[in-house]
């Protein structure tokens, strides 16, 4: 059985940073793909970063690259998303999730946290 566990969320003003952390428990996590995903109040669930098994390759939504930073750590289990510059657009619950492979497709991760919520407000 493998669990999820996202933290850091929280409310923070236009412009500040954010770190989030997400601590998989089970599994083999060096075999997974580690995503992050987000859902703003009223709208779909969307792709926003994902980082391969190694932590060699990443890729964003063009939505927040440049801004955001994806990393993992193998060793402590873990997958971070440092939240740089936030906006007010920004402002939704992330959720970070487990797969095969480096899909931005939501349905190809098997396993998910329970989400943590961001606000970014002035």
């Known amino acids: 059985q493998v669990l999820l566990v996202e933290s850091g969320g929280g409310l923070v003003q236009p412009g500040a940073s954010l770190r989030l952390s997400c601590t998989v428990s089970?599994?083999?996590?060096?075999?997974?793909?580690m995503a992050w995903f987000r859902q703003a109040s009223g709208k779909e669930r969307e792709f926003v970063a994902v980082?391969?098994?190694?932590?060699?390759?990443?890729n964003y939504a063009d939505s927040v690259k440049g801004r955001f930073t994806v990393s993992r750590d193998n060793a402590k289990r873990t997958s971070d998303l440092l939240m740089n510059s936030l906006k007010p657009e920004d402002t939704a619950v992330y959720y970070c999730?487990?797969?095969?492979?480096?899909?931005?497709?939501?349905?190809?991760?098997?396993?998910w946290g329970q989400g943590t919520q961001v606000t970014v407000s002035s």
């Open positions: 980082i391969n098994l190694s932590g060699l390759i990443t």
């Open positions: 999730a487990a797969g095969i492979g480096r899909s931005r497709d939501e349905d190809d991760y098997d396993y």
């Open positions: 089970g599994g083999t996590f060096n075999r997974y793909a």
